[in-house]
């Protein structure tokens, strides 16, 4: 299979997943900024799953561009990470619908969690596939980012039954970790001539 099949393929369930999302948001009863308060925590919930699924989709993106072959073990560990990813929908409305309890919301995190781990075994096996010297191994490095996300949102699970709102801080800090532009990708591309 081509990685554009692989990639088209997981573009549209992650569209979806964001319709989804986006499905679960009510038009306010009323016309005030009162009436809006009613619906900010779903609201507010839907903005940071949007801005995750957006980021595991430009990454996700990236790490295809550096992938030359796709197999069947890179299929089966992407349905993988899909899989978590759709669950997204779910955390966000649990946590959104209840006001950032403290349950809800250290779910949330758990699909956080088990969704980037998704991801570095998806990465993993395409660099095994490729082997050490392979784009995408030469272009992710150290992988800081991929190695303290994990570690953040086990303290952001554990955090969410201490303090709900210090849960929800840490997995707000992860989503800014990674919105900083993480070019590592492109430089290469760009080094390579393509």
Same mark, same amino acid.
């Given at each position: 299979m081509s990685t554009g099949r692989l990639e088209a393929f997981s573009d549209g369930v992650i569209a979806i997943l964001i319709t989804v999302m986006l499905l679960e948001l009510h038009v306010p009863g009323g016309t005030t900024w009162s009436a809006l308060g009613d619906e900010l925590p779903k609201l507010l919930t839907y903005v940071l799953s949007f801005v995750y699924l957006g980021i595991y989709w430009s990454n996700h993106h990236h790490m295809l561009q550096a992938t030359e072959h796709v197999t069947g073990g890179i299929m089966w560990a992407n349905l993988h990470l899909l899989f978590w990813l759709s669950l997204v929908p779910f955390s966000t409305g649990w946590? &959104? /619908?209840?006001?950032?309890?403290?349950?809800? =919301?250290?779910? $949330? &995190?758990? =699909?956080?969690?088990?969704?980037?781990?998704? $991801? $570095?075994?998806?990465? =993993?096996?395409?660099?095994?596939? /490729? #082997?050490?010297?392979?784009?995408?191994?030469?272009?992710? #490095?150290?992988d800081w980012k991929g190695k303290v996300s994990p570690v953040l949102y086990v303290a952001g699970i554990g955090l969410s039954f201490v303090n709900r709102w210090l849960g929800l801080a840490v997995y707000v800090v992860v989503a800014l970790i990674w919105l900083v532009p993480d070019r590592r990708l492109e430089i290469l591309f760009a080094d390579e001539g393509g």
């Amino acid at each position: 299979m081509s990685t554009g099949r692989l990639e088209a393929f997981s573009d549209g369930v992650i569209a979806i997943l964001i319709t989804v999302m986006l499905l679960e948001l009510h038009v306010p009863g009323g016309t005030t900024w009162s009436a809006l308060g009613d619906e900010l925590p779903k609201l507010l919930t839907y903005v940071l799953s949007f801005v995750y699924l957006g980021i595991y989709w430009s990454n996700h993106h990236h790490m295809l561009q550096a992938t030359e072959h796709v197999t069947g073990g890179i299929m089966w560990a992407n349905l993988h990470l899909l899989f978590w990813l759709s669950l997204v929908p779910f955390s966000t409305g649990w946590m &959104g /619908q209840h006001h950032f309890a403290k349950t809800p =919301t250290a779910a $949330y &995190g758990i =699909t956080l969690l088990a969704a980037a781990l998704a $991801y $570095y075994v998806l990465q =993993t096996i395409i660099i095994r596939r /490729q #082997g050490p010297d392979s784009r995408l191994r030469r272009a992710i #490095g150290s992988d800081w980012k991929g190695k303290v996300s994990p570690v953040l949102y086990v303290a952001g699970i554990g955090l969410s039954f201490v303090n709900r709102w210090l849960g929800l801080a840490v997995y707000v800090v992860v989503a800014l970790i990674w919105l900083v532009p993480d070019r590592r990708l492109e430089i290469l591309f760009a080094d390579e001539g393509g």
